[in-house]
């Protein structure tokens, strides 16, 4: 069942998945929105008295969405929503595969395609599950377009993963930033804390260094797996969650 947020909410100790601000250690969440991040000890000075969470290790990100969430293209489940959270999944959307509204959608577990060719000619992409219940995990569609498949056409971890939330987010009209920041709707995953890597099979399209000090977001190393998603919410809403109650809250 969803719950709201409180009026406010600090999260700490998390690992922010921005461009903006990907050295942050907290995120303020307020009427819906993320309303401030920044340093932990900054925080816990102008944010005092707010109920605060600690995530410490927790990556925090845009959710997925399925942008091909049935086979058919009909319209989803809604029971399937709160499975779908629990993926750490934001929204699933009807429609098929293939050209849609100017993107290419595209279910990499259950399809081939030139990844790398596609993203160098500039073609926005979407990813989604196709229906299909062995690529429930959106993280899976990740993993296939980035690490499976023809080596020549693999694209880098992050250039999969922005189709796999910000593809489908701008699919659905929403001109979503692809990463997290303060005036955003509060909709993101809290993930388990796991191995984190800037990782690159395609140097020659990527525009961002894989030096840490270049301040790129890092993402699951997911050669150690997929990480299991903690808290789902959606425009301040609570739609999956295994956290503990945060401290100060009634």
């Not at 925080?43 to 086979?71: E, K, M, S």
């Not at 959307?93 to 259950?110: F, K, Q, S």
Request: hydrophobic letters at 40%.
């Amino acid at each position: 069942m969803s719950t709201p947020h409180p009026a406010a909410l600090l999260y700490t100790g998390l690992v922010l998945y921005s461009t903006e601000d990907p050295e942050a250690q907290a995120m303020l969440v307020a009427d819906g929105m993320i309303a401030w991040t920044g340093p932990e000890d900054t925080a816990a000075v102008i944010h005092a008295g707010v109920p605060r969470i600690d995530i410490t290790g927790c990556l925090v990100t845009p959710g997925f969405v399925d942008a091909a969430a049935t086979a058919d293209g009909t319209a989803p489940d809604p029971a399937g929503s709160t499975e779908a959270a629990a993926r750490g999944i934001v929204d699933r959307l009807p429609g098929p595969t293939g050209e849609r509204d100017g993107m290419r959608v595209l279910a990499p577990v259950r399809e081939q395609a030139p990844y790398l060719d596609l993203v160098t000619e500039g073609v926005p992409l979407a990813f989604g599950s196709g229906g299909d219940p062995a690529a429930a995990d959106p993280w899976s569609w990740v993993r296939a377009a980035a690490q499976q498949g023809e080596a020549a056409q693999r694209i880098s971890d992050r250039a999969a993963f922005l189709a796999a939330t910000r593809g489908g987010q701008r699919l659905a009209g929403r001109r979503h930033p692809g990463s997290l920041r303060h005036g955003l709707a509060a909709t993101f995953v809290v993930w388990e804390p796991t191995d984190l890597t800037v990782r690159s099979q395609a140097e020659r399209i990527d525009t961002w260094s894989t030096d840490p000090r270049s301040r790129t977001p890092l993402l699951p190393d997911l050669e150690q797996g997929a990480p299991r998603a903690l808290r789902t919410v959606v425009d301040g809403v609570i739609l999956h969650d295994e956290l503990a109650p945060a401290e100060g809250s009634a």
